[in-house]
Structure formats: C-alpha cells, structure tokens
C-alpha cells in the first residue's frame, strides 16, 4: 500500500480541521472511517456524485481527519484518531456524539 | 436595534456550525464575540479587508453562531451561546478552549 500524502500532526489546525468536519458528506464520511477502519473510499448508500466524493475525501486527507493509501485498485481511509486526540483533546469524539445525536434526532418522525 | 435574521436554534445544523468555526478569522471573531458581547463589528487588529470581514460575520450570523444587530451606524454582535448549548453541548466550550490553547501554542517562540 502506497500512503498518501498528508500532513504531520504538528501541522494540523483547528480551523483547517473544522473545516473539513463542516459540511453533512464529510461528517457522514467521518462516522464511516470511524466504524470501519481501512473501508475502501467507495461508499454505497450517500447520493452523491463520486467526483464529490473524492473531493471531500481529500479534504478530509489533507486537514489531517483522515489518513488514505493506495491499495491496488482501491483507495482505503483511516481516521487518524490519534494524532486528532493528541492535537484537540475531546474534539472528535464531541463531533461523533453530536452528530450521532443530530441524525437520530432529525431521524424522528 | 434592529435584529438582522438569523436561524431558529431548531434550525441550527452541526455542519453549518463547523463551517462557521472552521477558519482562522472566524474563530477570532468568535473569541471576541466571547469575551465582548454586543461589541461592533469592526474589529481592531486583524488585518483583514473590511469586506471580507463583514463577510465572516454574515457566515457565523447565518450559521446561528452569532446574533447581530443594527444599532445607528454600528452592528453590534452577541454569541449565541445558550442555542449552541442547547442543540450542542459542549461544542462551543471545547472550540473555544482549543482556540486559546493553539493561540498560546502558537505564540511560543
């Protein structure tokens, strides 16, 4: 598996990682990476064109949310929950709640 | 004072909150709407173009981070503290205190 480029944990900022967790596609791409560790980044069931997809995957690499490798065909992603912890004690696991809690929420009849 | 529009707290979604925070301008402003409720708009020492300032503000105006209001020539602007807590707890405390850790980080030679 070939890594792709992405930034040391020093780099990241808050703003930049923020960002990335701020749109609905990258929050949802965000809960997938944290339940399935490796998934590829073909991800079934979000109405969304793939050319969209790839971008808000790479903007999720390149905040330093998500790690990716090149596996043969496949491109897999890792939520780099450690270095997000060491940099923003709290922020990651706050956001998955939160957003747990916003979708059972708007989930209710 | 006239209330400029702003979203219901029902109407607050995670997403468009983290967009709001996810700049470094933003977060400042966030930071000064903190510490000074109802203070103007125009903001001493960041060096930033005016309209893109007014920009920033509309973003977190828009996302229901921050209330602002028209009073005479000056916008006046409040956090929207207790609706962020309401729809998401802790959210806010944690943006802040990570802001004023990477400030302090930052700021080391």
């Known amino acids: 598996m070939r890594l792709l480029p992405e930034p040391t944990p020093e780099a990241l900022t808050l703003a930049s990682v923020l960002y ?5 596609v990258r929050l949802e791409l965000v809960r997938r990476a944290s339940s399935e560790p ?3 980044c073909a991800v079934e069931g979000l109405n969304v064109p793939k050319s969209t997809l790839t971008n808000h995957w790479r903007i999720l690499r390149e905040a330093g949310v998500v790690r990716m490798a090149a596996d043969g065909r496949y491109r897999r992603t890792w939520l780099r929950e450690d270095d997000l912890n060491g940099r923003f004690p709290g922020l990651l ?10 979708r059972s929420y ?4």
Do not use: K, Y
């Not at 696991?93 to 916003?102: I, R, T, Y």
């Not at 708007?106 to 009849?109: T, V």
């Open 93 to 102: 696991d706050a956001v998955l709640q939160l957003s747990d809690h916003e």
């Open 20 to 24: 990335a967790f701020g749109d609905p």
């Open 38 to 40: 490796g998934a590829p």
């Open 106 to 109: 708007s989930a209710m009849p």
